[in-house]
């Protein structure tokens, strides 16, 4: 079912919108009904004044007159009544012709409108909850034309009330997507339920799009977290780039994604000399619990060097989930300690293994309930908040549909301090921060700039690029906030404290163990996009000689120094990855944001770091 509007512009337009919808024939009667009051007052008082003895009907056949501009008036004073008559008589005439056309023809009017008005609009194709929450989101700032194959669905006329025009008809055919003008349109939303019908879509929008110079951008959802990954990892048509910038996107992950953002495993201060553990622990192992699972394997690689643990609990006594994560995924390459426990929430010793856990100094717990049903997920989470609360361990829960408010997620700066906390929520996921990346991908974007302007590389503009080449850098992106927390640092565009110092760069002294960890990162992420470690750099086996350990990386390569295509000098490939942490303050600055160390006391199991004002000269990153 769609969401309610929570917003006030959100709850204004959809009223009015509802309100013109089932009651413009209550407006169009009050109108009528006003206008021939007026008019046989009027009307009256001026035969009374002009027709003295004029019979009952004259008297209201002069009344109808006004409605049609067609009054045989006598000259002489004209009463009041009479003269706001003969213009609210005509208004009524007109109005209600107005609505009647605009009744019977309102489709053929808004489909005529797009035909020849729309330009740099959004299309959504979808007949799936996906897009209706697209369309709540996109139309409070854009035109949007929804593509729906069933007249009869109920997701229709809410997408009307949120400004959405609807066209009937089949996304995948050529003739439908060129009605709803993709020759001229800026974006297009691929929502089906089924994979394959999205990536029809996509292939008709190409041919749709044959002679524009701008690319249209394309958002394929891909349902399948495998068939996702595989269309992440291909390359795309040089023919087709052309007219096309396509970025395919799972609701899954993208939610992994938010839920790990908004609320983060590692603690503040979670620093270098920090001897904690970083424990997942993840009940369900569907898609859901699977891509938080994928997703904290590629950014939970901290300062300490202390691999994340993660325990997945779940009803699988044959092994089959685990089998297939392992076979699909090389996690026994990646630092990290992953378990699988065959049990349910039901039983006690899996109670009692949690709050073992929790009392483990040496472990940060976190737990993230994924199970499939929404009611029995909140129902576990509140007991496992409940029995938790004095370990202040985050009990994170996956809803699909809005939770109560009085579970609404916590800040990412608290989420420490215990309790529960909501996520999931497809009002929340399925909007276009999280589809399109706007706004991350600004930092991402710059990121690969540097990695351009260092290396002396042009690998093309951002929109045409791969999208694995793009989710690397947005990769990287995302670990910023991590590195920093390591240092009790943020990033804002004002201090969030007045005592809070400004960071202009940092010390070799904290860069070493970051770097690291960025190497790390880059590994499971490389691992994760099908790379593999061999003798020999092959973009397109996927093959990389830097898939070792952070001490094993190795110099620069003798043939490239030798064949002059590299100079001796050159930064080692550790000194990538130093790179990569030295230019963090550059590249928040490029995106309108500072660096604060916070002037709060750490926490007991880290020193407060020193941070200096000076450092070497920002150089690239390694994520592209």
Not at 17 to 31: E, G, N, P, T
Not at 87 to 101: G, I, K
Not at 288 to 312: C, D, W, Y
Not at 426 to 433: G, L, N, Q, Y
Request: some cysteine; hydrophobic content about 40%.
């Amino acid at each position: 079912m769609p969401t309610p509007p929570d917003t006030p512009k959100e709850r204004f337009s959809v009223s009015l919108a509802r309100r013109w919808r089932d009651d413009k024939w209550i407006l169009v009667a009050a109108v009528i009904f006003v206008a021939l009051l007026l008019s046989i007052t009027g009307a009256w008082i001026h035969c009374d004044q002009h027709k003295p003895g004029a019979p009952w009907y004259d008297r209201f056949y002069l009344a109808l007159q006004l409605f049609t501009l067609n009054a045989n008036l006598d000259a002489g004073a004209k009463n009041d009544f009479l003269i706001i008559s003969l213009f609210l008589a005509p208004f009524a005439t007109v109005f209600t012709a107005f609505v009647a056309l605009l009744s019977m023809y309102n489709e053929q009017l808004r489909l005529l409108f797009v035909r020849f008005c729309y330009s740099d609009h959004a299309i959504i194709c979808g007949n799936s909850t996906l897009a209706l929450e697209l369309v709540r989101d996109l139309a409070l700032r854009q035109r949007v034309v929804l593509i729906h194959e069933d007249e009869e669905d109920d997701l229709i006329p809410v997408a009307r009330d949120y400004g959405a025009i609807v066209m009937i008809g089949d996304p995948g055919d050529r003739r439908t997507l060129l009605a709803a003008r993709a020759d001229r349109a800026r974006q297009l939303f691929a929502l089906q339920k089924d994979d394959l019908a999205n990536l029809k879509i996509a292939d008709r929008a190409a041919e749709a799009r044959t002679g524009t110079e701008t690319p249209l951008q394309v958002f394929i959802h891909i349902g399948n977290l495998a068939l996702w990954g595989n269309c992440c990892r291909q390359k795309p048509d040089s023919e087709r780039a052309r007219s096309l910038s396509v970025q395919y996107f799972n609701i899954y992950a993208a939610s992994a994604r938010a839920a790990l953002a908004d609320m983060p495993l590692d603690p503040e201060y979670y620093g270098a000399h920090d001897p904690r553990t970083v424990h997942l622990v993840i009940i369900g192992f569907g898609e859901m619990g699977e891509s938080i699972a994928i997703q904290a394997l590629q950014q939970g690689h901290f300062a300490n060097q202390k691999p994340i643990r993660i325990t997945v609990i779940d009803n699988d006594p044959e092994k089959q989930k685990e089998s297939a994560f392992r076979w699909r995924y090389p996690v026994d390459r990646i630092p990290c300690s992953l378990e699988f426990i065959n049990s349910t929430a039901e039983r006690r010793e899996f109670r009692t293994k949690i709050e073992e856990w929790s009392r483990d100094p040496l472990q940060i717990l976190d737990i993230a309930v994924c199970l499939d049903d929404d009611s029995k997920s909140l129902a576990l989470g509140m007991e496992l908040a409940e029995v938790l609360k004095l370990q202040n361990v985050p009990v994170r829960v996956r809803t699909r549909q809005p939770a109560p408010l009085s579970f609404t997620a916590k800040p990412a700066a608290a989420n420490r301090s215990g309790g529960l906390c909501v996520f999931g929520e497809i009002k929340h996921v399925c909007t276009e921060k999280n589809v399109v990346l706007g706004e991350r991908d600004v930092l991402a974007k710059e990121i690969h700039a540097h990695y351009e302007q260092a290396r002396e590389k042009k690998l093309g503009s951002w929109e045409n690029l791969n999208e694995d080449i793009r989710d690397s850098n947005r990769q990287q992106a995302d670990h910023i906030e991590v590195k920093l927390r390591a240092l009790n640092c943020y990033a804002a565009r004002q201090p969030a404290h007045p005592d809070d110092q400004l960071i202009e760069s940092f010390s070799e002294a904290d860069i070493e163990p970051l770097a690291i960890a960025e190497h790390h990162r880059w590994c499971a992420r490389s691992y994760f996009a099908g790379w593999k470690h061999a003798e020999i750099v092959d973009k397109d086996k996927r093959l990389h000689w830097c898939l070792v350990p952070w001490e094993d990386l190795p110099k620069l390569e003798p043939k490239a120094v030798a064949s002059g295509k590299k100079k001796a000098e050159d930064p080692s490939y550790q000194e990538n990855d130093r790179n990569a942490v030295r230019t963090i303050p550059l590249l928040m600055k490029k995106v309108g944001k500072n660096i604060y160390r916070r002037a709060s006391v750490p926490a007991k199991h880290e020193s407060p770091p020193v941070l200096l004002a000076n450092s070497p000269s920002p150089a690239t990153s390694g994520a592209s």
